[in-house]
């Protein structure tokens, strides 16, 4: 087909736009029970909601002795309280006999404040006389005390549904006695690589080829975001085996296809008319750089519509294509509230051109000084140039109708961090 043609069927889009149609229709896959050290990084199916209270009963955050504030009210330096030492607490025991007056146990912080009891004085604040303690002045009720339920209340809501679990929940899951979770089954993500020119990984770098990286970046940001990849290799340019990988996808029961290369305007670009021909075409090219030639359509499978992002394959292309749609797509399907990416407030310290009206993402590196975040330019911003991704903290938004963004301008970030 005539490059006029294919221009005039598919309008470029926004990436907005673009971002509503990839996730149009996408819903949580089906639950399923982990154990929780295996939930983290995964995605909440259901609220979590606390069968009892945290801590489950009154206890002390202080090495003291316990006793009944009442009894030191008259206290005072020059007429100490004193109280006679009745027992010794430590953590995980219950007394044995309360806190009447005059008296006090001696108890370990994490000990449950005995009977009788409503406040702790630390060892540092007490005298120790024999079996004796003075105190020189009142101690509140309350002191020292963390109450039942003061962390959590039972029946409260201590994790949502779509929350991607992280080291602090999976610790909040264990104390209120959840040993198991329900989680969305990870997506699982066919990530296929195209291009007469790529070898695999191992292969000899014969003249005129390069290796295959993409099949390894897309791979590795499907584990991040939460997805199972499943590889399915390098096809050549050619349409037979472009189907027949994608088949093998669909065989594997992937539930995204993520394909780079191939969705150019040039004459080897066979991944655009392989998916005209085994689904439709939703949409190709995006106002943005790197990333415009982006195609997304869908193939048909049992009444079930699998969603085929065909990415361009340019090295940076691919890993930025990934994360504006294939990254929202995966989180869609886990189900997380939040598909958006965390993005900060830094200022530019370099220029950088725009010639058109397309958004550019561009790989900065981010320093703190007096003004805030600062964002550096990587280096060379060329699709090709991985190395300037390998040294970004972020990508660096330049609106559409910007031209030639100066030093001093305030830009909004997009993280590339651990996190998500
Ligand atoms: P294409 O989008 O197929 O026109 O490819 C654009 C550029 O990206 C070409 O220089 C390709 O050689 C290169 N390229 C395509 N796929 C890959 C890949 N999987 N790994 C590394 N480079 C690639
Ligand atoms: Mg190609």
């Given at each position: 087909?005539?490059?006029?043609?294919?221009?005039?069927?598919?309008?470029?889009?926004?990436?907005?736009?673009?971002?509503?149609?990839?996730?149009?229709?996408?819903?949580?896959?089906?639950?399923?029970?982990?154990?929780?050290?295996?939930?983290?990084?995964?995605?909440?199916?259901?609220?979590?909601?606390?069968?009892y209270?945290?801590?489950?009963?009154?206890?002390?955050?202080?090495?003291?002795?316990?006793?009944?504030?009442?009894?030191?009210?008259?206290?005072?330096?020059?007429?100490?309280?004193?109280?006679?030492?009745?027992?010794?607490?430590?953590?995980?025991?219950?007394?044995?006999?309360?806190?009447?007056?005059?008296?006090?146990?001696?108890?370990?912080?994490?000990?449950?404040?005995?009977?009788?009891?409503?406040?702790?004085?630390?060892?540092?604040?007490?005298?120790?006389?024999?079996?004796?303690?003075?105190?020189?002045?009142?101690?509140?009720?309350?002191k020292?005390?963390?109450?039942?339920?003061?962390?959590?209340?039972?029946?409260?809501?201590?994790?949502?549904?779509?929350?991607?679990?992280?080291?602090?929940?999976?610790?909040?899951?264990?104390?209120?006695?959840?040993?198991?979770?329900?989680?969305?089954?990870?997506?699982?993500?066919?990530?296929?690589?195209?291009?007469?020119?790529?070898?695999?990984?191992?292969?000899?770098?014969?003249?005129?080829?390069?290796?295959?990286?993409?099949?390894?970046?897309?791979?590795?940001q499907?584990?991040?975001?939460?997805?199972?990849?499943?590889?399915?290799?390098?096809?050549?340019?050619?349409?037979?085996?472009?189907?027949?990988?994608?088949?093998?996808?669909i065989?594997?029961?992937?539930?995204?296809?993520?394909?780079?290369?191939g969705?150019?305007?040039g004459?080897?670009?066979?991944?655009?008319?392989?998916?005209?021909?085994?689904?439709?075409?939703?949409?190709?090219?995006?106002?943005?750089?790197p990333?415009?030639?982006?195609?997304?359509?869908?193939i048909?499978?049992?009444?079930?519509?699998?969603?085929?992002?065909?990415?361009?394959?340019?090295?940076?292309?691919?890993?930025?294509?990934?994360?504006?749609?294939?990254?929202?797509?995966?989180?869609?399907?886990?189900?997380?509230?939040?598909v958006?990416?965390?993005t900060?407030?830094?200022?530019?310290?370099?220029?950088?051109?725009?010639?058109?009206?397309?958004?550019?993402?561009?790989?900065?590196?981010?320093?703190?000084?007096?003004?805030?975040?600062?964002?550096?330019?990587?280096?060379?911003?060329?699709?090709?140039?991985?190395?300037?991704?390998?040294?970004?903290?972020?990508?660096?938004?330049?609106?559409?109708?910007?031209?030639?963004?100066?030093?001093?301008?305030?830009?909004?970030?997009?993280?590339?961090?651990?996190?998500?």
């Amino acid at each position: 087909m005539e490059r006029r043609d294919l221009t005039a069927m598919y309008p470029m889009l926004s990436v907005e736009e673009a971002r509503e149609h990839v996730l149009a229709g996408l819903v949580p896959l089906e639950a399923e029970s982990v154990p929780i050290l295996s939930a983290l990084g995964r995605v909440l199916a259901r609220d979590v909601i606390a069968g009892y209270d945290i801590p489950p009963h009154a206890n002390t955050a202080m090495d003291g002795y316990a006793l009944r504030s009442v009894d030191t009210a008259g206290a005072s330096e020059e007429s100490p309280v004193r109280l006679r030492v009745i027992a010794e607490l430590p953590a995980g025991y219950v007394a044995e006999k309360p806190v009447v007056p005059g008296t006090t146990i001696r108890i370990m912080t994490g000990a449950a404040i005995p009977p009788g009891a409503d406040a702790v004085a630390r060892f540092e604040s007490v005298r120790l006389d024999g079996d004796y303690i003075e105190i020189a002045g009142p101690v509140p009720i309350g002191k020292e005390v963390r109450c039942a339920g003061e962390d959590v209340k039972q029946g409260a809501l201590v994790l949502k549904q779509g929350r991607r679990l992280r080291p602090q929940d999976i610790g909040m899951l264990a104390s209120i006695g959840e040993s198991e979770v329900e989680v969305t089954r990870r997506p699982r993500v066919g990530v296929l690589a195209t291009g007469d020119e790529l070898v695999s990984i191992d292969a000899p770098l014969a003249p005129g080829k390069i290796r295959n990286t993409n099949g390894y970046s897309n791979a590795a940001q499907v584990l991040k975001y939460g997805g199972e990849p499943v590889p399915l290799g390098i096809a050549s340019d050619s349409d037979e085996e472009i189907t027949k990988r994608i088949r093998s996808g669909i065989e594997q029961g992937v539930d995204l296809l993520v394909v780079s290369g191939g969705v150019s305007v040039g004459d080897f670009d066979m991944v655009k008319k392989v998916l005209a021909r085994e689904g439709e075409i939703d949409f190709w090219r995006v106002r943005m750089k790197p990333g415009k030639p982006l195609a997304f359509g869908h193939i048909t499978i049992e009444g079930r519509k699998l969603p085929v992002l065909g990415m361009p394959g340019n090295p940076v292309s691919a890993m930025v294509s990934f994360e504006m749609f294939a990254r929202p797509m995966i989180l869609a399907l886990l189900g997380a509230s939040d598909v958006e990416h965390r993005t900060v407030s830094a200022v530019l310290a370099d220029t950088i051109s725009s010639k058109d009206d397309r958004r550019h993402f561009v790989r900065v590196l981010l320093e703190e000084d007096e003004r805030g975040y600062v964002a550096y330019l990587t280096g060379d911003q060329g699709s090709g140039i991985l190395t300037s991704m390998v040294e970004a903290d972020g990508l660096a938004i330049i609106p559409e109708e910007w031209r030639n963004a100066e030093p001093g301008v305030h830009v909004q970030v997009i993280l590339l961090g651990d996190t998500l």
